[in-house]
C-alpha cells in the first residue's frame, strides 16, 4: 500500500478557488505565509484576493519528512498596522507549529485578530484551520517539493 499522495498544481489551484469566497468573507488586511509549506498557497491566495500585503514566517519543524524535537521560528512579520491577519500553511500536521506562531504573534501583535488556512489538515491536530479543505490521511507530496 502506498501511504503518499501527490498534490499537483492543477488541484491547488482548484481548492485555493473553492477556499476564496470563504476567505473573502473573512476579508484579511494581511497575509502571512508559513515558509516554505504555505508560500505557494499564499501567493495564490493573495493574487485571488488582490491583496499585496504577503508577509512570510519562518519555521522549522521537519527535516524532509522526520519531524524535529524542537523548532524555531524567525523572520517575524511587522504587524502593528495589521488588523485581521489569515495565517497559510500547506497543512496542519501536528498543530504544534500553527500554534507557536499564533502565540508568537499575539503576543508581539495583540490588537490583530488571528484565523488560519491550510490545503491539508489532520483531525489529530492540536487545533483545525478555520479555513481548510483537505484531510490529510496519507503522507502529501507537494508538486512544489517534488517537481523541482
Not at 468573507?25 to 515558509?35: C, E
Not at 491583496?51 to 522526520?66: A, F, G, V
Not at 485578530?113 to 492540536?126: C, G, I, M, P
Amino acid at each position: 500500500m502506498d501511504n503518499k499522495q501527490y498534490y499537483g498544481y492543477n488541484q491547488c489551484v482548484k481548492d485555493s478557488k473553492e477556499l476564496l469566497p470563504k476567505i473573502k468573507l473573512y476579508n484579511p488586511d494581511t497575509l502571512v505565509s508559513i515558509a516554505r509549506g504555505g508560500l505557494t498557497f499564499g501567493h495564490l491566495l493573495a493574487s485571488g484576493l488582490d491583496n499585496r500585503n504577503l508577509y512570510t514566517i519562518n519555521s522549522i519543524h521537519y527535516d524532509d519528512n522526520k519531524k524535529l524535537d524542537n523548532f524555531k521560528i524567525s523572520n517575524i512579520p511587522n504587524l502593528t498596522n495589521s488588523k485581521k491577519v489569515l495565517i497559510i500553511d500547506d497543512i496542519i500536521d501536528s498543530g504544534e507549529t500553527m500554534r507557536e506562531i499564533i502565540n508568537i504573534l499575539k503576543t508581539n501583535y495583540p490588537q490583530c485578530e488571528y484565523k488560519t488556512t491550510s490545503l491539508f489538515y489532520k483531525r489529530t491536530a492540536l487545533l483545525q484551520p478555520d479555513f481548510t479543505i483537505n484531510e490529510a490521511k496519507k503522507w502529501i507530496e507537494f508538486f512544489w517539493e517534488v517537481d523541482i
